[in-house]
């Protein structure tokens, strides 16, 4: 049958199991916005191109599906560039699909041209400028697989007027996901003796270390390979470390589970990472955020490194093992080989970790409303309840990752690699359309929240019950926290004037009131959880609330900042 391609891309979003797009009309896109009139797909209208994005972003972290997103040329298609960059930094698999100019006017200048497969090919894992409607669905199919496959990613589409325009036969298929790129390169990876000799390399390792420590990264949670790192944990127990992006990869209450390392990681883990004689990295990439000095980090240590990425291994520390493959057959590989072995005695550096531990355990002012203790209260408010914690950027970000009990993998959303302010409240709306049987709670900042704050209209024309909490300090606070600790108190540009959120949300159709104590929070809290809609909360701190503890920057992990 024939189909304009804009018919086209509707269908092929269809096979591919879409039923949620985000976007924002233009002059270019306009006539794949007129298929999307009588379309079966559900279309989020976000108030700005780069909410679109986010949510997108957000609506694939929380399900586990490729998030689409939708804008126009020019303008609309440069708005999306923030959201992709974040969406690539941190792997989620996203397709965007931007209209463009007709392919006669291409490099002319034309009104709202811009060449964004050009801008966007750095932070896209792949992308296409489609001239030629015969090509679409052939291109759609793809650019879904390759988001997917091996580590995730985004892909951008562009697609000229006079493209989605065309008609042109076309013929539907199902999708054949067992034979995806990603199972065949898993497959193809794990027939390799190279492999094999890696994992016998990693076992003869694990059994010659008196000080091991696992670090989980944000692979674990793309990969799907939680159960596979708590399995593999029974079979050799270890201390276990979480970086930013790795949170909810182990369950809180999994033994010898000491939360986040790297710059605002905790002491117990800190120090664990820096006085171990080996660490295994499962899925992380060993930022600079959480390695701070590299060669304090590596020295005496052996690095086992498992990701399916190839070019993350080495790239930031040297690595003696490399096993590079799917996360959940290697882990499965060593567990196997681990458990007909003779396992050292670990019994003293445990007993160490686990004092680490209960000598630096958190001490909470309950008195007064401060960060530590609304996390912690947030925590035990939702505890039989199923949620997702979404984080925008910056103080409020760290102390939700410190504090907050994040139970399962995909629970904890937030933006590691960009560290983009204003990433919060749409992919907080992303992921409560995409689990409405999970509350989407947004931990948020007064400087962040502000960024994208409009999309609270978009969350209550769709009647979206997000919950957003606004620690308020009135500042920019984690760069304040610096220009405390390093630039002699010289504040300059991070001092905010007051802001009524109420007055926003209440003019975007939103409840919400502002705690000033504890008591006010908990209340607060609870009201919006009884809502079906959602509601803005607002905390009211100390702008002089830090964040610790904190490693010197450009120090061994072990090197706290002395904030007394």
Known sequence: MKLSGSRIIIETLREQGV???????????????????????????????????????????????????????GPGATNLVTGLATAYMDSVPVVAITGQVGTPLLGRDAF???????????????????????????????????????????????????????????????????????CVSAIQQFDDPQVDAAIEQAVAALLKSRRPVLIVGGGVIRAGASKSVTEFCESYPLPIVSTLMGLGSIAPNQPYYLGLTGMHGHRAANLTVADADLIIAVGSRFSDRVTSDRSCY??????????????????????????????????KNLSQRLQHSALPDHTAWLTQVSQWQDQHQTQ????????????????????????TWISDVGQHQMWAAQHLSVESPGTWLTSGGLGTMGFGLPAALGAQLSRPEQRAILIAGDGGFKMTAMELYTAAVEKTPVICVILDNSALGMVRQWQQLFFNQRYSATTLQSFDFISLAKSCGVDGLVANTPAEFSAGFQQALASDSPFVLVAKISPDCLVAPMVQPGQAVNRFVDMS
Not at 302 to 322: F, P, S
Not at 369 to 382: D, G, K, R, Y
């Open 19 to 73: 039923d949620t797009v985000f976007g924002y009309p233009g002059g270019a896109i306009m006539p794949l916005y007129d298929a999307l009139y009588d379309a079966p797909l559900r279309h989020i209208l976000t108030v700005h191109e780069q909410g679109a994005a986010h949510a997108a972003d957000g609506y694939a972290r929380a399900s586990g599906k490729v998030g689409v997103c939708i804008a126009t040329s």
């Open 112 to 182: 709202q041209e811009i060449d964004i497969t050009g801008l966007t090919m750095p932070i896209t894992k792949h992308n296409f400028l489609v001239r030629s409607a015969a090509d679409l669905a052939g291109v759609v199919r793809n650019a879904f697989a390759i988001a997917r496959e091996g580590r995730p990613g985004p892909v951008l589409i562009d697609v000229p007027r006079d493209v989605l325009l065309a008609e042109v036969d076309f013929t539907a298929t199902q999708p054949d996901l067992s034979q995806s790129p990603s």
């Open 298 to 331: 590596t020295k005496g240590k052996t690095i086992i490194h498992l990701d399916i990425d190839a070019a993350e291994i080495g790239k930031n520390v040297e690595t003696a093992v490399m096993v590079i493959g799917e996360l959940q057959h290697s882990l």
């Open 364 to 387: 909470t002012d309950t008195t007064v409303l401060n960060p530590v203790w609304i996390m912690q209260h947030l925590s035990t408010a939702v505890a039989a309840l199923p949620v």
